[in-house]
């Protein structure tokens, strides 16, 4: 005989650490991987279908899915090659520079994107700031220019991360020449319509690109993203918003956290006006005013635990609207690389953890 149990859209239901096994309902589970909570059942994750093999293997360490019109892209950016797959074949777009200039092997772990407009920005540390073109899907990686005919190169300048917010890129984490700054950040001229920044330079009296930076005890700063009309800006633990005024100044910061910051970059996504990061062993979200966990007792006691103490900056965050899913994807303790998913429905707000990789 089979009983099927009626299983609530709450967080209460499906997994629940925090009570013991043998005080549980019949619908709750005490412990398990590779199940999920959806409405009023308990399903099995399905497996994992290999999408394609580039034709390279550079031992590419980030994928950027590009969507533009009909077409959908995969990017994907190694330590000494950038190919893209159109969902037939895989093309080449290495940028001259990438090619004389390969990183060492960690390099391929460094990559950053952003989309200013139709226009996907890549950044690494040990490289410099490119885009490419998906309107011209057979064109290399192209230079960011810093102003007219002058390369991040050419300056000699790099940036840990570059995002976008609004019409404006930004730099955080600094590196000039062989000084860095890590407590630094830039902000461009807004660019054009689906076009780039003419200029970074703060010394251009028709433009409003600036240089700041972020002082106090929060640590350097990790990572930006938008969060409706503002640019969050994650330190290792502080967070820090600005919003812009268009005076001198340009943006006004104001202080939304001394205590927590983010784990590493990649680790926040927006998903309806909140930002879900990874902090300190931790999943939070705020809305721009309070800071909470998603995690209850012994499911972040769980999670902190298997979290890799070495390996942890490796992780990163998605967000899957479809099934209105964050995946925080990380290293278990026996893994180098992200190999455990704990999935959190912002809906029923049930918790579980998949197994994504081989450890």
């Known amino acids: 005989m089979t009983e099927r ?20 309902q019949p619908e709750n589970f005490s412990d398990g991987n590779n199940f999920k909570v959806n409405f009023d059942h308990i399903t099995s994750f399905a497996g994992a279908t290999l999408l394609t093999t580039p034709s390279y293997n550079s031992g590419s360490g980030y994928i950027d899915a590009v969507k533009t019109g009909d077409n959908l892209y995969y990017v994907a950016l190694g330590y000494d090659k950038a190919q893209v797959y159109d969902g037939s074949a895989w093309s080449d777009i290495t940028s001259t520079d990438l090619s004389a200039n390969p990183m060492d092997s960690s390099g391929a772990l460094t990559w950053v994107s952003c989309k200013l407009g139709r226009i996907p920005v890549y950044n690494n540390f040990n490289h410099y700031p490119e885009y490419w073109s998906p309107q011209n899907p057979a064109q ?44 630094a950040y830039r902000w461009s001229h807004p660019a054009d319509a689906n076009g780039l920044p003419y200029t970074w330079d703060e010394a251009d009296p028709a433009a409003i690109a600036g240089l700041s930076s972020i002082g106090g005890s929060g640590g350097n700063l990790v990572d930006g993203l938008t969060l409706r009309d503002s ?8 967070i820090n918003i600005l ?34 990061f990874l902090s300190d062993s931790d999943v939070l979200v705020t809305d ?47 893994s180098a690389y992200p190999s455990t998913a704990l999935i959190y429905n912002w809906e029923t707000q049930s918790v579980a953890f998949r197994d994504i990789f081989p450890a």
């Open 231 to 238: 640019f969050v800006i994650y330190s290792e633990s502080a």
């Open 288 to 334: 721009g005013n309070s800071i909470s966990s998603i995690l209850t007792g012994r499911v972040r006691s769980k999670f902190a635990a298997d979290l890799s103490s070495q390996y942890f900056t490796r992780s990163f965050l998605v967000a899957d609207t479809g099934e209105k899913e964050i995946w925080v994807c990380y290293p278990a303790q026996d």
């Open 140 to 183: 290399i990686l192209q230079p960011l220019m810093f102003s007219p005919g002058v390369t991040w190169k050419d300056r000699d300048l790099k940036a840990k991360i570059i995002r976008a917010h609004k019409d404006f890129l930004f730099a955080i984490g600094l590196q000039d020449g062989a000084t860095e700054y890590p407590l």
């Open 5 to 24: 149990f009626n299983i609530s859209a709450t967080g209460s239901k499906g997994l629940n650490a925090d009570v013991s096994a043998h005080e549980l």
């Open 243 to 276: 919003d812009y005024t268009g005076d001198e100044f340009v943006w006004r910061r104001s202080e939304l956290s001394k205590s927590f910051g983010l784990a590493a970059p990649n680790c926040v996504v927006e998903v309806m006006g909140k930002h879900y």
